[in-house]
C-alpha cells in the first residue's frame, strides 16, 4: 500500500499529526479512555516516523483527557440544539464527526489548504460534513457557513489558538461574536506562565512549533467586547484520574492546578 506523506513547511501544521498519533495509541492500550479505530487507520496509511511522538504517560492522558472534554461539551451542546451547525477549526485528522454524529447537524471541518488537501484523501467527505480549506483568519470561510438561517453555530477550537498572537485569538473572538451573535465557542488555553513552561519542554518542541497566546483566567475575553460571555471552565486536575499518577498531586501547586484548561463562551449576546 502506498503511503500518503503531508507536505508542509508549516511547523504548526505537523502538530496534528501529535494529536493522531495519541489517539492511535490510547486505541492500542487495554484499557483506553478512548477507543478511536480511526486514527488505528489513519496512522497505518501515512508516510511518517510516529516514533517522534512518543508522549511520556502524563502527556498522553491528558491529549485524550482534553479530546473528551470537547466531545462532551460537543454532546451536550447537541442534545440541546440538535439541528446546528458546528465548525471545528483546525480540525486537522480529528474524526469528532463520525464520533458525535446526531443525524441532523451540519458539520464544518476547517483548516489550511494544504491540510485540507491531506485530509480529504483520507478521510472519506460524508452527508453533512463539509471541508474547508482556508485559514481561520481568512473571512472567505464565512459565506459557506452562514448558509443555514435559523440554527445554533458551534465553534471548536481544540489545540489551535495557544499558537498564534493574543491580537489575532481576539480578532477571531469578535468576528464570531459579529458574524454569529449568540454562537457558543469553545477553546483550549494556558496561562502565560504555562505557555513558557511549554515552550522550554523538549517534548512541545519536537517539531519546533512554539505557543504564544496566553490568558491569565477565563474571565478575560470578557473584555474584549460586548457580549463574550464565559459559560464555564474545566481543568485537568478538577477530579481525579487514575491515568495521571503522580502528577494529580499538581492540583495543590497553584501555579499548575488551573494552568491549562478548556473554556466555554458565548459570543454576541449583550449580558444583561
Known sequence: MTKL???????IV?????????????????????????????????????????LAGHDQATTIMRLLQFDLLTKDFLSRYPLSVVVHIGCGLDTRFERLDNGLVEWYDLDLPEVASFRQKLIPAKERSHLLGCSVF????????RNHPGRSYLFLAEGVLPYFT??????????????????????????????????LKLSFSKVGARLQWGLKTGRQPESWGAGIRL?????????????????????YIP?????????????????V
Open 166 to 199: 493574543e491580537q489575532q485569538v481576539m480578532q477571531l473572538f469578535v468576528l464570531l461574536a459579529e458574524s454569529f451573535p449568540g454562537c457558543e465557542l469553545v477553546c483550549d488555553g494556558m496561562t502565560p506562565a504555562m505557555i513558557g513552561l511549554h515552550n
Open 14 to 54: 505537523e502538530t496534528l499529526l501529535i494529536a493522531l498519533n495519541a489517539r492511535a495509541v490510547e486505541a492500542r492500550l487495554p484499557n483506553p479512555l478512548l477507543y478511536d479505530e480511526h486514527a488505528v487507520r489513519l496512522v497505518e496509511q501515512i508516510d511518517y516516523d510516529f516514533s517522534r511522538f512518543k
Open 138 to 145: 481568512d473571512p472567505t470561510w464565512l459565506e459557506a457557513v
Open 5 to 11: 506523506k503531508l507536505e508542509s513547511q508549516d511547523k
Open 255 to 271: 501555579l499548575f492546578a488551573k494552568g491549562v484548561g478548556i473554556f466555554h463562551y458565548q459570543l454576541g449576546i449583550d449580558q
Open 231 to 251: 459559560l464555564s471552565e474545566w481543568f485537568y486536575f478538577d477530579r481525579p484520574e487514575p491515568r495521571l499518577g503522580s502528577s494529580q498531586l499538581m492540583r
